[in-house]
């Protein structure tokens, strides 16, 4: 049974860093592309960042590229999401996904039905 809990949200202040955490279980880093997606309520959902897992190459959204670093760690099964240099527009719902298939820019454009796993949500919120 595949899982991925998400965590590490909270309230920070402009220029601050967050270290969002997803710890999965039911499947290994080598056998799924994963990454982060986050959504704003009402508005559409963006793909943060994907980790490949045929070779570890590691793709991001140009919002957050200079500012946000994806890493696994294989021994605590874990996937994290560095952020830092925050800013109030990165304030969003941010949810770690897996997908056997998509990966690279294709995991980022990819809407929520074509991925196939999702943990739930971890709030992130930037104070201006």
């Known amino acids: 049974d595949v899982q991925l809990q998400a965590s590490g949200g909270g309230l920070v202040q402009a220029g601050g860093s967050l270290r969002l955490s997803c710890v999965v279980s039911?499947?290994?880093?080598?056998?799924?592309?994963v990454g982060w997606f986050r959504q704003v309520p009402g508005k559409g959902l963006e793909g943060v960042s994907c980790i490949a897992y045929t070779d570890n190459s590691t793709a991001y959204a140009d919002s957050v590229k200079g500012r946000f670093t994806s890493t696994i760690d294989n021994a605590k099964r874990t996937l994290y999401l560095q952020m830092d240099n925050l800013k109030p527009e990165d304030t969003a719902v941010y949810y770690c996904?897996?997908?056997?298939?998509?990966?690279?820019?294709?995991?980022?454009?990819?809407?929520?039905?074509?991925?196939?796993?999702w943990g739930q949500g971890t709030q992130v919120t930037v104070s201006s």
């Open positions: 996904a897996a997908d056997g298939f998509h990966r690279g820019n294709r995991f980022l454009t990819s809407r929520r039905l074509q991925i196939r796993y």
């Open positions: 039911g499947f290994s880093f080598d056998e799924y592309n």
